[in-house]
């Protein structure tokens, strides 16, 4: 049996909320426990934190984005943004500030469902949004990357040994630490440092770089 993954959401539009209840509710392993206006809203109520929060882009409250996506991140939650337009810096922003994944509320049932299982699985949840934003994306912060460089950083953060990822590229052990520490240095560069493989991958996921 499927495990069931709790949702909340964070919206204020009343009718919105409303429908999205509805919606979801037809999805067997999935189960709405907490809705609320706002991130305050949210991390008040009395459910425990769930597994992922669908969260508006921008509220009422005029509370910035990248503040609220850390906060529903610290009580524990998995973040996936929410919004009417994909706007490229702020799509960027939200994914630099820890969100999961980004999708416009165009998007149909299936794609939403999808995309909160990846979130849930610990996969991010790549969009034509999101690929779109990062493939475009040309600040100092987001280091340029030669195709071999991107590579062997997919590959060694995917779990890779690096002796593998020299392997599956045709190249020796030496050559292909040389283009990770090229990476390293990359980032470090950008005010961005991965010194760990889990940093890799975490730079690969907030790069949008598997999308891309």
């Known amino acids: 049996m499927a495990r069931m993954i709790t949702v909340g959401v ?26 609320a206006a706002t991130v305050g809203e949210l991390l008040a109520g009395p459910a425990a934190p769930p597994d992922v929060v669908l969260l508006d882009l921008l509220l009422r409250d005029d509370s910035a984005p990248a503040d609220n996506i850390r906060r529903v991140l610290g009580s ?39 995309a909160i299982k990846d979130v849930v699985a610990g996969h991010g ?11 475009h994306d040309d600040s100092p912060e987001r280091p340029r990357l030669s195709p071999r460089e991107r590579q062997i950083l997919l590959d060694y953060a995917s779990g890779m040994t690096l002796k593998s990822a020299a392997r599956r590229a045709g190249i020796t052990v030496h050559t292909a630490k040389d283009y990770l520490d090229r990476v390293k240095a990359k980032y470090q560069q950008a005010g961005r440092p991965a010194y760990t493989k889990i940093d890799l991958a975490a730079r690969v996921r907030e790069d949008g770089i598997d999308g891309v």
């Open 76 to 114: 524990g939650s998995r973040v996936l943004v929410i919004s009417t337009v994909p706007d490229r810096a702020r799509v960027i922003e939200a994914v630099r500030a820890g969100a999961d994944g980004y999708l416009t509320k165009d998007n149909d049932l299936p794609t939403l469902v999808a």
């Open 125 to 135: 949840a790549h969009s034509p949004e999101l690929a779109f934003a990062c493939a």
């Open 10 to 35: 964070v919206d204020d539009d009343r009718m919105l909320l409303d429908g999205m209840r509805s919606w979801l509710g037809r999805v067997p392993e999935l189960r709405v426990v907490a809705m």
